[in-house]
């Protein structure tokens, strides 16, 4: 079945979506689809069926949140963990992978139409060849379109992305792009899968589970919570609403502390920029003090060279992400 | 509150590229076309030429400023908008009224039963024990039952974290917790607020904790280490003869800002030709993130407050975490905690498989 339902809302659904509107409303929400083996064991159907029925309602979702003026929803479809399950569901779980990619490159018209987005994140080497070269395709395919994003989390854990983050600064110091001193928290979430998405609002986890299980672990910090008993194949409009209301409500408080982590954090890159520059003008130093002025004016350069050169090593790090996809795309024409 | 919601959903209706109109319900039964405008498009006049697309706000109907007069007259769906607007803000009145009146009766029906308690106690042990039990012996007995139900626990955490998301704290309800943790047998106790009121007021928290275990427990103020952690290297750590828990005030600082100085240290290795980009993984930088900090991550999180987030708490270590969010940590009681402990007890971590 298609990526994207395409279903009107009821009268009252409507009704509600416009009445929601009237308050803040999330940009971007996140989801962890939980509880598709335990709605296969409660129904008496195959654990396959279960994942499939899953993915339906993935799509229902996403209709819903387009529907609702969310045009950012990031999943998480399969994590690293996942591996340790039976072969048999492993396997399972890459065929339906398999098959849904497949249907979104017939899709094509109708992704073009809604102008959806879709990204992969993750380590996607841990997958197999062709499923990666689907993948690659995909995501490729879709790369231009702008109206709605849909981030797939596939082979991801939030710790390997926080890691590969750190690896890719690392890169960027052997390179001789960026110097360590460079590091900062603005620039490792640059570095993450995620960088081209703004945090998420808010993150719902379905099936009664109240935890992260390693996912977005940085990024929703300051993301409103909220989780929900219900399993996720058996997701409803309502609950969605509901969610957003448990959003709206804490909109407020999650405003004033991410206003406050923001001044922190701009304080904090002062201070390390403050730092830096004292310990440069004592290398470079000919005993004479300088002035307030004219330390000043260092301070300002030298912040201006370390943001163009975290701009040089973010396009290079982006044409290296750019090139892993499109050669793996390549790959899957010639094959 | 009303103000600045109505100022947030101003905020919101102005950022919106076109006038602020909503749907009228006539226009939501058109088919949708398109799910969202760029501001791009309706500044370069582009929205609604060609006749197949049409801008819709969110795919609820379409709405096009340019096609706007041929549309119904331009009262008719501002009130659209209006009525909407007021039924959200009576809404959220309700859920305001319900939210106060719930945490009113809470409070005030957990003193009621503590004022009842005190008074008939004291009446059943006259008619159950002849031997007067001394403030003293009052203490240990609590001590025994609080260990006592530790153990009936299937599983008790080893680490909980205590996150206080509301502004107002209260330094002897949280001291009340933390010696109730220490009593049921958790060896790590952390708390954490996002403005860092704890990190600058610790020598305060470190007295009501004392005093707390001497009210309640009657302990030996000897007997627990009070560990405060610091940015880098652990200081003030006060040398303990036996040491069955501890306690550890966490601040922003502990968490993303921790991960960035691990991240800086990794890069300064690279520079200095030390190790390679490639020598870097998850179990090198968990291992780092551990050396300044040496205590296990959290099993669980006591959430206490409205605000449904973390606030930035040890990003990294509560991957696994359970997270329990209780109403307030104003006046709560043992129960309250105990109650979550054994919501904890009965989670089951698959952990993937």
Request: aromatic share 8%; net charge positive.
């Amino acid at each position: 079945m298609s990526w994207i339902r395409e279903r009107e809302l009821s009268l009252l659904e409507r009704l509600t979506a416009n009445i929601l509107k009237a308050g803040p409303m999330p940009k971007h929400v996140a989801f962890i689809m939980d509880g598709n083996r335990r709605f296969a064991e409660k129904t008496h159907v195959e654990r396959q069926e279960g994942h499939s029925q899953g993915f339906e309602k993935l799509a229902e979702t996403l209709r819903w949140c387009l529907n609702l003026g969310i045009h950012e929803v990031t999943v998480y479809a399969f994590s690293i963990e996942n591996f340790k399950r039976s072969k048999e569901e492993v396997d399972g779980l890459m065929e339906l992978a398999r098959q849904k990619f497949n249907r979104l490159l017939t899709e094509q018209e109708n992704l073009e139409k809604h102008g959806v987005c879709i990204r992969v994140l993750g380590d996607l080497t841990l997958l197999p060849t062709d499923l990666q070269q689907l993948i690659a395709k995909s995501v490729v395919a879709t790369k231009a379109h702008n109206k709605c994003f849909l981030n797939v989390c596939f082979a991801y854990t939030s710790r390997h992305e926080i890691a590969n983050a750190v690896k890719e600064m690392a890169w960027g110091v052997e390179q001789g792009l960026i110097k360590s001193s460079d590091v900062s928290e603005v620039l490792l979430s640059e570095c993450l899968y995620s960088s081209n998405s703004p945090n998420p609002d808010l993150l719902i986890r379905t099936s009664g589970e109240v935890r992260l299980s390693d996912f977005l672990l940085w990024q929703t910090s300051y993301s409103c919570l909220v989780f929900q008993s219900v399993l996720w194949p058996e997701y409803s409009f309502w609950n969605l609403c509901e969610a957003v209301l448990q959003y709206q409500l804490s909109y407020r408080s999650l405003q004033k502390a991410r206003d406050l982590h923001r001044e922190d954090q701009a304080l904090q890159q002062m201070e390390a920029d403050r730092s830096c520059v004292a310990e440069l003008l004592q290398h470079r130093g000919n005993g004479k003090p300088m002035d307030a002025q004219s330390r000043q004016k260092e301070l300002l350069n030298y912040t201006a060279s370390r943001e163009e050169r975290v701009r040089c090593f973010l396009n290079a790090l982006q044409h290296k992400r750019d090139t892993f996809f499109s050669d793996l795309s390549s790959q899957a024409v010639v094959a | 509150m009303f103000s600045s919601f109505s100022s947030n959903c101003r905020v919101n209706v102005t950022t919106d590229p076109r006038p602020a109109v909503r749907m009228t319900r006539k226009r939501v039964s058109r088919p949708i076309r398109e799910l969202h405008v760029t501001q791009q498009r309706v500044q370069s006049g582009k929205v609604g030429r060609k006749k197949k697309w049409q801008p819709a706000r969110c795919g609820v109907g379409s709405n096009q400023n340019d096609k706007f007069l041929d549309r119904p007259p331009l009262a008719r769906t501002q009130s659209m908008a209006l009525l909407y607007e007021m039924v959200w803000r009576f809404l959220h009145a309700l859920l305001y009224v319900q939210r106060t009146l719930v945490a009113w009766f809470r409070v005030h029906i957990w003193r009621w039963k503590r004022a009842v308690v005190g008074l008939l106690l004291p009446l059943a042990l006259g008619f159950h024990n002849p031997k007067k039990t001394g403030p003293i012996g009052k203490r240990t007995s609590r001590r025994i039952r609080f260990g006592a139900e530790g153990r009936t626990l299937e599983k008790l955490p080893l680490h909980v974290g205590l996150l206080i998301t509301e502004e107002e704290i209260h330094f002897t309800d949280i001291a009340n917790l933390v010696v109730w943790c220490m009593a049921v047998g958790i060896s790590y106790v952390s708390v954490y607020d996002n403005q860092g009121v704890f990190r600058r007021n610790n020598s305060r928290l470190m007295e009501e904790i004392l005093k707390q275990q001497q009210e309640l427990l009657g302990m030996d103020s000897s007997k627990y280490s009070v560990e405060f952690m610091k940015n880098g290297t652990d200081k003030q750590e006060h040398q303990v003869l036996s040491c069955q828990s501890m306690v550890k005030v966490l601040s922003p600082d502990d968490g993303r800002l921790s991960i960035v100085q691990a991240a800086q240290q990794l890069c300064r290795d690279v520079e200095q030709r030390e190790k390679t980009s490639k020598d870097i993984n998850v179990t090198v930088l968990d291992s780092l993130l551990r050396e300044s900090k040496n205590i296990p991550d959290p099993d669980l999180v006591l959430k206490f407050g409205p605000v449904e987030s973390t606030l930035g708490f040890l990003p990294w270590h509560i991957r696994l975490t359970e997270i329990i969010s209780m109403p307030s940590h104003v006046d709560v009681s043992y129960d309250d905690l105990f109650g979550a402990l054994q919501r904890y007890a009965v989670c089951e971590q698959r952990l993937g498989k």
